[in-house]
């Protein structure tokens, strides 16, 4: 079954908090991990990408853990900032190239 | 160009008429993505291409949608008969290869209603 599962489908955060967004999946034969931003009337955007022979990525303020014997992956923002404020995808694409996304978590950022 | 671009940007169409929406790709990117996203939903995936050839064609609702692409660049994709349920925004993305760590970079997508 080629299907993310992402949750929760929206967060509220205050500035400066911790912003977690989960994603797990059923095909082990996906093989990279993209998280995707996507602002209103915007194409979604790459934001961070890991390999399942990593346990862990960071870039600035997002870091994506990974899990494989789980099967979960999961997105951490920190010191969130109203500027993120944002609709977040996860995606796994398979060894065929296709390209699978999660249903999207919305996040809003409080000041 | 400097990115996806994808048209029209938004197109209004009658219940039962069909319409073409276009995609052209980052020069060079050999793969090419087909998404929809409805109103508050997630990206659906509907086809994708490597090259000219579509590996998985498996996403696409009905016989009433088809994709094409040509020159390895250009794809378009048609929607037969449009039926209210196909309003959506279309989103198309391209990357450079199939294979790990290749970014899909996306275009603005087109805004279909059907009235």
């Known amino acids: 079954q080629q299907q993310v599962k992402q949750s929760p489908q929206s967060l509220i955060v205050q500035k400066g908090g911790i912003s977690i967004i989960n994603c797990a999946y059923e095909n082990t034969a996906f093989d990279y991990f993209p998280w995707y931003q996507q602002f209103p009337g915007k194409g979604p955007a790459l934001l961070i990408a890991i390999r399942p022979d990593v346990s862990e990525k960071k870039e600035g303020r997002f870091t994506i853990s990974f899990n494989k014997s789980a099967k979960q992956f999961s997105l951490h923002i920190m010191d969130s900032q109203p500027g993120d404020s944002a609709t977040y995808f996860c995606?796994?694409?398979?060894?065929?190239?296709?390209?699978?996304f999660g249903q999207g978590t919305e996040l809003s950022v409080k000041p | 160009g400097a990115g996806v671009s994808q048209s029209p940007s938004n197109k209004v169409t009658e219940k039962g008429k069909d319409v073409e929406l276009r995609c052209d790709p980052i020069?060079?990117?050999?793969?090419l993505y087909w998404y929809r996203q409805s109103l508050g939903q997630g990206l659906e995936f509907l086809i994708y291409f490597q090259g000219n050839s579509a590996p998985d064609k498996s996403g696409l609702p009905s016989d009433r949608f088809s994709a094409e692409r040509t020159g390895g660049s250009v794809s378009t994709l048609t929607i037969q008969r449009t039926q209210q349920e196909d309003s959506a925004v279309y989103l198309c993305?391209?990357?450079?290869?199939?294979?790990?760590?290749?970014?899909?970079?996306f275009g603005q997508g087109t805004r279909l209603t059907v009235v």
């Open positions: 993305a391209s990357s450079l290869a199939l294979g790990q760590g290749s970014e899909a970079f």
């Open positions: 995606a796994a694409r398979n060894q065929g190239g296709k390209l699978i």
């Open positions: 020069s060079g990117h050999t793969a």
